[in-house]
Structures are given as structure tokens and as C-alpha cells.
């Protein structure tokens, strides 16, 4: 059976930069206006077996770096453990200014929070650095 996708959405009004396991997630993901409704964009992952992935797909161990503009940077250690969030099925991930919450899409009434650990503007650009985005 094919591994199903992680489907994340910024929450907030601030486009933000994410990083995934030191890997560009995804450079620019503009936030909610009352334009669209207050609508998140969907975007998307794939999930991936290994325990920890090399790459930006999302394994069972992944570090989520959110670098909010202008200024604010969050990581998070998220675990998608397989038991609760089969591999095969599709999960979304809600990020919101200091925390995310992990959903299950299959309509079992279940939900992980995370809560970030706050990162110095010197750290976040470090990150941002070596994952190869300007900061």
C-alpha cells in the first residue's frame, strides 16, 4: 500500500519559511488573509517509513523548523507514530504561532499537540543558512 501524505496548513496571518528535518519544506507559505476567507493554502508532504528521514518527507521522528516573517522562529520535534497515524493514510498538520497540532484525516477523532521550543534570530538564520534559504 502506498504512504500516505502529510497535508499542512499556516494558520496564521505571517507567510512563514518551513524546514524539515534540515531540509527546505517549503520556502514561502503565505498565511490567512480575509481575502480568501481566512482559507490556509493546502500544501503537501509525502510520509515516508523510515524512522527518521534524510529528506523533507515526513518519517516517524521529524524536526520542524517554522521561521515566521518578519521574525519568530519555532521548533518542533513531532513524532507521527505509525500505530496511531497508519503510514498508509493521509495526516494534516495545523500551524498555529507556537504550536501545531497533528490531525487524523480519516475522521477518527484524533489529534496530537505540539508545543514549540523558541529559537534566537541566530539560530533560526543559521538553520535557514544551511538548509539554503536567504535568510
Not at 519568530?72 to 493521509?90: A, F
Request: without cysteine.
Amino acid at each position: 500500500m502506498a504512504a500516505g501524505n502529510v497535508y499542512y496548513f499556516n494558520a496564521t496571518p505571517r507567510t512563514m519559511t518551513l524546514l524539515n528535518n534540515n531540509h527546505i519544506l517549503n520556502a514561502k507559505v503565505d498565511g490567512v488573509q480575509q481575502t480568501s476567507g481566512y482559507a490556509p493554502s493546502s500544501n503537501s508532504e509525502k510520509r515516508a517509513a523510515a524512522t527518521k528521514s534524510e529528506e523533507t518527507t515526513f518519517g516517524q521522528e521529524n524536526t520542524l523548523v517554522v521561521s515566521l516573517s518578519p521574525g519568530g522562529s519555532q521548533k518542533y520535534e513531532i513524532e507521527i507514530d505509525p500505530n496511531e497515524y497508519p503510514l498508509e493514510e493521509d495526516v494534516e498538520l495545523y500551524i498555529f504561532y507556537n504550536q501545531v497540532v497533528l490531525v487524523s484525516s480519516t475522521g477518527k477523532a484524533h489529534s496530537t499537540v505540539y508545543t514549540g521550543a523558541k529559537l534566537s534570530d541566530s539560530e533560526a538564520e543559521e538553520l535557514l543558512e544551511q538548509a539554503g534559504v536567504d535568510a
